[in-house]
Each structure stands twice: as structure tokens, then as C-alpha cells.
């Protein structure tokens, strides 16, 4: 519990530190003023539209007020759409999670068994299939898979719409195209697409951990024992080669949200980064700012759940973080 | 009929650079509430031979001859199923460190129960009881609670208890144990051989205890199996074999036992070390060591009178030997 409330402390601060830093770097990138303003209005309009904004006020003052507002969760209204900016992003942030999460899943599900497999037979035929393939969706970039997805399933084979994100269905109060069948047919090209590259990553620490945990003592105890193989692989084995998975997939997890910019874009999938991007362009400030500390609060959040999963794969992790 | 009995048995490694024969030519038994240990230097082959017991050699070793009989069946090269069933049911093993034998991440209740359940049918609370018995048995205090805690929360001689009590879970008619007692501290080490020796008297198991440590054997081992370069050189019942070993190798192990050392004289060790298992010497294996070595040692030695020297006989006789 002490262990808990120390994370939460330090997740706040570190939010604190984060809205500071993106603050002032907005500060630093361009002045509103200038595309806020009608460039024929007079000196005295401009000035009473600068006060009005409060950014005739000095830096500190400025981000105070703005924390002040962020705290009663008012990131301000975007320039581009005159409308609250987290309201614009939290709209968006379903499209992108589900798309996230399909590709975790996929690369977590394909992953852990094609690894382990790889590890369990070196030498094989279908193992170094599998390794020459990790290592192609490794090094292939990713706007240059989505391009040839596109190209295979959509154009050539039309198995897949091009774009879009599809029909949502609800199921126990979450909308999400995971649920009707249109739904899972727009997603399945973008969610294999970001998939590609974390699940090559996957294949790679699972056939290392297989590896290692295989020559251990502890495998070869159990096979003393006369235990089954399923029980050996499935139990005495995974449990112990989940730890670098589970890290990798936390931390890949923050990544896939925050930058699944390339994928939104190619397949024009309505999500955050998709509207990011949009902002960017054209100096949203309160967009980007909502943006940014959204995605440092989602970081944060992955970690913790990294950390609580840890202790309860490997008993030898205390949930200080010290191993014993 | 022995309860075990090898006969030549080869074990070997293809390896890159060359076949190495781990196991050549090994023979030796083992009876029901017999104990047989098994001496000799590190790398001699003794692992090998209890794992290919087990049916536990992995590529790219394999078992190329020799007969394994268990209990009157040939199990040598048995099919992978058949040696499933006997494994952890009828010949058990145990190895060497503690630490690394059992899962860290599970439970120590988990790891004994899929024992029971690998090889019967038993309800889990049957099953359960019967693990937490033997945990008594072996001499692990509170083992109610103990059952559910995790490996790590144990120090190194109870978790040889552990594995001690998993090997014998299902009564089995063997047990291999693989220096056991190696990793632990000299107090613990006797401790542990005492229990042994107690359980498997209790229950009339054989038991084939590997070593290095010539000084864990006496009063303890029926007999005394003395492997050198994957062969064995000398076997003998422990008392003979301390009081008057024949082969050169044997003397040097034993005059490299402490408590032999009577006149106060400086530990005798044997000079040099054992070959290069992809470069064995034609002859006796042991010549470049051996102090008696003549000119008739470039031959293959064979076994004659359980003694793997030619000039056996001749040497004189161990007590003459200067400590
Ligand atoms: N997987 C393997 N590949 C190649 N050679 C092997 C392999 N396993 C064992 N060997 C060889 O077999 C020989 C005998 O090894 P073994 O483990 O039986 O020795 P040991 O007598 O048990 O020694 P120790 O006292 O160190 O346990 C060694 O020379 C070793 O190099
Ligand atoms: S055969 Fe020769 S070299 Fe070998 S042990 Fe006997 S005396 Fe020594
Ligand atoms: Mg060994």
C-alpha cells in the first residue's frame, strides 16, 4: 500500500515536470497571437485580445494559470475546432487504444508460441523461417509495410477495406470496432501493421528467454520428475520467460498509442495521432499540450501496471522493485 | 537380477569438434537397498552415466551401446513415453545444486503435487497431504506452511530437502543422486547424507550416489564404483577398496583423503590432470599420471579383477605406499 501511494506521489510529480517541459516548449515554438488574429485588426484590438488570452502576462504567471486550469481539467479550447482540447482527444482515444491493443494482442499471441518454438527446435526448418521472418519485420519500414498490405490484401486480393475505421458495436458499455465484424475487417490491416515490428521483437525475446531457461537446472529437474512436455513448456517454462515479455509489451504499449501516427495516417484511422499530426500543422497549442500530457499519463499508468504484473509473475520480485 | 544393472554402456556427444565418448564402456549394479557410490574427478563421466539412466541425454549426445537393465527390462533407448513413466516414478534423481533445481517461480505445494500427478490418479487434497507428509518426512519443519512458500524463501539444505522429498514422492525403487551434497556446507552435507541413508533403509531403495569426495563414502556406501576418462578403473566394497585400493588411481584418491594422511604428512594429490576427453592417451588413460607407468601401459587396459592395471598384482602393497 506505502509501495502504491510512493508510485502515485512520484506519477504526479512527474506529470508536474512533464507539463512544465511541454509548456515551455510550446512557448518557445510560436506565438497564437499571430494566427489567432485577424492580421487586419488594430493595434488596439491586438492588444486587448493578447490580454484577454493573458498572454500579455509574464511566463510564470502563464503557466500558472494554465496548471491552475488543467487541474479543474481544462486543457483550453483548440484554435482549429473552438471546442474543449481533451474533450478532442478523448473522442479519438478509443479509435487508437482498440487499434493498440489488436496489435499487442496479435503480437503477443503470435509471438510467445513462435518464439518459443524457435528456441524449443534451433536448427529446424520452421524455426529459421521464423527467425529469417522476425528479422524482416524488424528491419522493413513500417510506412513501406502498410503501403504493401494495402497493395496485397486491399487492391489485389480485396479482402480488406483500403481505410476507415469501420462499424462500432458496444458490448458491456465499451464502443469499439473490435465488436462487429465490418468493425474487425477495418482493423485488421493497421492493427497487423503496427503489429509487425513488436511482434518480430516478441518472437526474438521469447526464443532467447526458451533458450536460456531450457539449459537451466530446474527444466531438467522437472523432466526427472517425469512430467509431461505440454507441462514442462506450458508451466515450468513460460512462467519463467514472461518477465522480458511483459516489459517489452508495457512499454511497446505507450509507444504503440503514442506513435501510431504512421498507421493512422496511411490508413486514415480516426484515432489520436491521426488528429495530432492535424494540430501540429497548424500550431493547435491547446491540442498538442491535452496531447502530450494525455500520453505522459498513459505512461505513467503502463508502468505501474508493469510493475504490479512483475510481482505476481516472479515471486522473488518485491514490489519495491528489489529482487531478493 | 540386480535392480539395475549397466553393462558397456557408451554415451556420446557429436560434437564440432569431434565424438566425444563421455561414456565408454561402463559398467556397474546396483541392488535394492543398496547404496553404490560413484567417485572420481570432475568430467570423468559420472553425470552422464546417471542421466543416461534417466534417458535424459540431449542432443547432440546419445546413447550408442551398451545395455541398460531396470528391474529385468531394457531401458536403454527406450521410446520417449515409456521413459516418461518410469522417470520420477521408479528411478528418481536428484542433483546437485539446490539453488537451481526447483522453479523459482512457483510454489513449492505446485512443484511436488504435478509429481504425484504426472504418474496417479490421486484427489488433490489426497495428494496434497501426502507432499506435505513427505516434507515432514525429510525433516522440514512446519511443513504446512511451508508447502506454499516459494523456493527462495528456503536456504540450500532445505531446499535439498525438497528435492530429496520430490524424489521420493512416488516410492520410487532407485534414486540417482547426483552430489547432492557438494554445494553445501560441511554440517549441512552430513545432515543430509544422514537422512538419505535413513529413508532409503526405511524403504528398501537403491541408491547410486555420485561424488568426488571420497571422504563422504566410507561407512556409508555398500560399494564404490571409480570412474577415470569416462571408464571405470576399480569397484569394490567400500571397505576393502579404502583399506587396500589396487588401481594407481584409486591410491591417489584415497592417500588424497584427509583422515588417511596418519603420519601427519602433507596431503598427497595426484600430480596432473585428467586428459582432454577428445585426446585420451591409446593406451591406459591414466598412464601420464601414474607413477607405476612402464613400458606394457601403451596397451588398452581392460577390466580383470575389477581393476582396469595390468600390473595390478605386482604393486606393492598400499600400506608401503608413502603417505
Ligand atoms: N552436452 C555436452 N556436449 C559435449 N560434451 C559433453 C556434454 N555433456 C557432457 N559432456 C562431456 O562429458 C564428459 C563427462 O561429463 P560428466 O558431466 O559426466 O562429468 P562428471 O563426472 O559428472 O563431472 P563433475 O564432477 O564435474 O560433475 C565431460 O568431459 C564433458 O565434456
Ligand atoms: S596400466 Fe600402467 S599406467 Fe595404467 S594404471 Fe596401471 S601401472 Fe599405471
Ligand atoms: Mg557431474
Known amino acids: 500500500m506505502v509501495y502504491v501511494i510512493r508510485r502515485l506521489l512520484q506519477a504526479v510529480f512527474l506529470a508536474l515536470v512533464m507539463s512544465f517541459l511541454v509548456f515551455t516548449g510550446i512557448f518557445a515554438v510560436g506565438n497564437p497571437v499571430d494566427i489567432l488574429i485577424d492580421p487586419e485588426a488594430t493595434q488596439a484590438e491586438r492588444v486587448r485580445l493578447i490580454a484577454q488570452l493573458g498572454l500579455d502576462r509574464p511566463f510564470h504567471e502563464q503557466y500558472f494559470v494554465f496548471l491552475g486550469n488543467v487541474l479543474q481539467g481544462d486543457f483550453g479550447n483548440s484554435f482549429v475546432y473552438n471546442r474543449p482540447a481533451l474533450g478532442l482527444i478523448l473522442e479519438r482515444m478509443p479509435a487508437t487504444l482498440e ?5 499487442i494482442v496479435i503480437a503477443v499471441v503470435l509471438g510467445i508460441p513462435l518464439g518459443m ?20 519485420g524488424f528491419s522493413v519500414p513500417n510506412f513501406w509495410q502498410a503501403i504493401m498490405l494495402i497493395m496485397i490484401f486491399s487492391v489485389m486480393l480485396g479482402w480488406f477495406p483500403v481505410s476507415g475505421r469501420g462499424q462500432v458495436g458496444e458490448f458491456m458499455g465499451i464502443r469499439s470496432s473490435l465488436f462487429t465484424l465490418n468493425g474487425l475487417q477495418h482493423m485488421a490491416l493497421p492493427a497487423i501493421n503496427l503489429a509487425i515490428g513488436h511482434l518480430a521483437l516478441v518472437i526474438r525475446l521469447a526464443r532467447s528467454g526458451t533458450q536460456e531457461v531450457k539449459a537451466q537446472d530446474f527444466i531438467r529437474f522437472a523432466r526427472a520428475k517425469g512430467l509431461r512436455e505440454p507441462r514442462i513448456v506450458l508451466v515450468h517454462l513460460l512462467r519463467n520467460i514472461l518477465i522480458p515479455i511483459v516489459t517489452l509489451v508495457g512499454m511497446s504499449f505507450g509507444g504503440l498509442i503514442a506513435f501510431a501516427v504512421v498507421t493512422e495516417s496511411i490508413f486514415a484511422w480516426p484515432g489520436m495521432g491521426k488528429l ?24 505513467i499508468i503502463l508502468n505501474l501496471l508493469v510493475d504490479l504484473l512483475y510481482s505476481l509473475i516472479d515471486p522473488r520480485i518485491r514490489l519495491d522493485g528489489a529482487k531478493q | 537380477m540386480s535392480l539395475l544393472e549397466i553393462n558397456n554402456l557408451q554415451t556420446h556427444f557429436f560434437t564440432s569438434g569431434g565424438v566425444v565418448k ?3 564402456g561402463v559398467s556397474y549394479h546396483v541392488d535394492r537397498g543398496e547404496v553404490l ?33 531396470f528391474d529385468g527390462r531394457e531401458i536403454a533407448n527406450l521410446p520417449g513415453h515409456a521413459m516418461r513413466q518410469l522417470r520420477g516414478a521408479r528411478i528418481a534423481m536428484i542433483f546437485q545444486d539446490p539453488m537451481m533445481t526447483l522453479n523459482p517461480v512457483l510454489r513449492v505445494d ?12 490421486m484427489s488433490k487434497s489426497a495428494a496434497w497431504a501426502l507432499c506435505r507428509d513427505t516434507l515432514g518426512r525429510v525433516g522440514i519443519p512446519a511443513p504446512d506452511e511451508r508447502m506454499r512458500a516459494f523456493p527462495h524463501q528456503f536456504s540450500g ?45 526405511e524403504d528398501g531403495t537403491g541408491l547410486v550416489w555420485i561424488t568426488h569426495d571420497l571422504s563422504v563414502v566410507a561407512g556409508f556406501a ?29 591410491r591417489g584418491l584415497i592417500g588424497s583423503v584427509p583422515s588417511r594422511n596418519r603420519r601427519g604428512a602433507r596431503l598427497a594429490q595426484i600430480p596432473g590432470g585428467a586428459p582432454p576427453a577428445l585426446n585420451r592417451p591409446e593406451g591406459c588413460r591414466f598412464a601420464p599420471r601414474c607413477a607405476y607407468r612402464m613400458a606394457g601401459c601403451d596397451a588398452p587396459q581392460s577390466l580383470r579383477n575389477n581393476v582396469r592395471c595390468w600390473r595390478a598384482d605386482e604393486l606393492p602393497a598400499f600400506d608401503e605406499v608413502p603417505a
Open chain 2, 222 to 250: 555398500d560399494r564404490v564404483a571409480v570412474m577415470y576418462a569416462g571408464e571405470i578403473v576399480e569397484q569394490a566394497t567400500t571397505d576393502s577398496l579404502i583399506e587396500a585400493p589396487q588401481h594407481p588411481y584409486s
Open chain 2, 157 to 201: 539444505g532445505m531446499r535439498q530437502r525438497v528435492a530429496i522429498a520430490i524424489a521420493l514422492l512416488n516410492k520410487p525403487d532407485l534414486i540417482i543422486a547426483d552430489e547432492p551434497t557438494t554445494a553445501l556446507d560441511v554440517t549441512i552435507q552430513a545432515q543430509i547424507l544422514h537422512l538419505m541413508q535413513g529413508l532409503v533403509e
Open chain 2, 37 to 69: 557410490a560413484v567417485v572420481g574427478e570432475s568430467g570423468s563421466g559420472k553425470s552422464v552415466t546417471g542421466l543416461s539412466v534417466m534417458g535424459l541425454i540431449d542432443a547432440p549426445g546419445r546413447v550408442v551401446g551398451g545395455s541398460i537393465r
Open chain 1, 117 to 136: 518454438y524457435a528456441g524449443l527446435r534451433p536448427g529446424t526448418a520452421g524455426s529459421q523461417t521464423v527467425m529469417a521472418g522476425s528479422i524482416l
Open chain 2, 22 to 24: 563421455a561414456v565408454d
Open chain 2, 110 to 121: 505446485t512443484q511436488m503435487v504435478e509429481t504425484i500427478h504426472a504418474h496417479r490418479e
Open chain 1, 99 to 103: 487499434l493498440a491493443f489488436a496489435a
Open chain 1, 276 to 299: 495530432i499530426i492535424d494540430s501540429i500543422r497548424q500550431l493547435d497549442r491547446p491540442v498538442v499540450v491535452a496531447y502530450l500530457i494525455v500520453i505522459v499519463v498513459i505512461f
